[in-house]
């Protein structure tokens, strides 16, 4: 079945490109152009009509962190994630990684096979992110101390081997014992590895980076800070072009003029993350995150006992508004949440509209609200 997707600003590759068409076929982006050289299509869509004046269509949104939605996390089980999928995807997200939190070694490792059978079934789940077990105490976040530990080598090989090739991205902190061969070890595996969660200075940051490491689990937070006399990981990660810095935008977890900041100071780099739990797209209330008890009051997520930040209640689409709310240019933007992301999984058929491409779509109106989104050429939401 073809689809025709026409008069809308497409934002695609760092531009934007006004009256612009696009047409799937076979799941994939077969044709592109502007003006009314588009030929018809079993389906048609003006995006005008369906998105208002000034309707934006951008590639399918890519989330590298989130924990859940609906009411629901990641942890509780493949239905639990498929309904926090719905949530997301509605908001534009079509392809996300699969976040736990830390867990036992058995116990993660149970659920990242069952995140391997769904990645062989859904498309829009693209694997698992392993935040935990293997994180500093001192920056845990909202992470059970009693279950984190260094990563020896028999559990790196477990639990890569219970993910069958779909472990997609491991959190880990460098300067645990054994860090830097489990770095080597994930990296030769084809896992992503990324520096979170951690009291690594920014010469330990570097020699994990010089290891392998290229993703900054979202900066600034649970890491040591920017001093003028000790800079830190963000730094470290900011003047290697080697890695991509995740950011949490939800105006909560980093000031918005910071996050315009890291924009300019990283072009290409930044990869815009929910890293949401259950309560995206749910009521404010009494949630569980890893065992932990988390109070969510005007959207904002903290643990019960002791009032740290845990998660988000973000969705993309959001994030998306706030940056450019803060100045962060629309192609820019857009690039944070699909070919920077999908770059880092090492990914060339999403997070873009160019021919040959998934056809993974947003269609938004003008002020960037959501209007409709299709995964494989489908109609997804």
Do not use: C
């Amino acid at each position: 079945m073809s689809t025709v997707l026409h008069s809308v600003r497409l934002v695609d590759d760092g531009a934007e490109t006004p009256d612009a068409w696009v047409r799937f076929d076979g799941g994939r982006v077969v044709a592109t152009g502007a003006g009314a050289t588009w030929e018809a299509a079993d389906t048609v869509v003006d995006g005008t009509e369906l998105a208002g004046p000034g309707a934006i269509l951008t590639p399918g949104f890519v989330d590298l962190h989130t924990h859940g939605g609906g009411g629901r996390n990641h942890d509780e089980g493949a239905d639990a994630v498929r309904t926090a999928r719905a949530v997301h995807r509605a908001h534009g997200t079509t392809r996300a990684v699969v976040s736990l939190v830390t867990a036992s070694v058995d116990d993660l490792a149970e659920r990242v096979t069952m995140i391997a059978g769904l990645a062989a079934s859904d498309p829009d789940v693209l694997g698992s992110h392993l935040e935990g077990p293997f994180l500093d105490p001192g920056h845990k976040g909202a992470h059970t101390e009693g279950l984190l530990r260094a990563p020896g080598a028999e559990d790196v090989t477990r639990l890569i081997a219970a993910g069958r090739g779909t472990i997609r991205q491991i959190t880990l902190a460098p300067e645990l014992e054994g860090a830097t061969a489990a770095i080597e070890r994930l990296r030769a595996a084809g896992t992503v590895v990324a520096l979170g969660h951690t009291d690594a200075d920014a010469d330990a940051a570097r020699s994990a980076f010089d290891a392998g490491a290229t993703l900054l689990t979202h900066a600034f937070n649970a890491m040591r800070g920017i001093h003028h006399r000790a800079p830190g990981p963000v730094v470290a990660a900011l003047r290697d072009d080697r890695v991509v810095l995740e950011v949490i935008a939800d105006g909560v977890h980093v000031d918005l003029g910071l996050v315009a900041v890291l924009f300019d100071a990283a072009p290409g780099r930044i990869a815009l993350v929910t890293d949401a739990m259950a309560a995206a797209g749910a009521p404010d209330g009494s949630y569980e995150l890893g065992g932990l008890a988390v109070t969510v009051q005007d959207g904002v997520a903290r643990l019960a006992r002791d009032g740290a930040i845990a998660g988000s209640t973000l969705t993309q689409d959001v994030a998306l508004r706030r940056v450019v709310s803060a100045g962060v240019a629309l192609p820019v933007a857009v690039a944070a949440l699909t070919r920077t992301p999908a770059r880092v999984l090492g990914m060339t058929d999403i997070g873009s509209l160019a021919v040959g491409a998934r056809a993974d779509a947003v269609l938004l109106t003008a002020g960037l609200d959501v209007r409709s989104v299709w995964i494989d050429g489908a109609h997804a939401s």
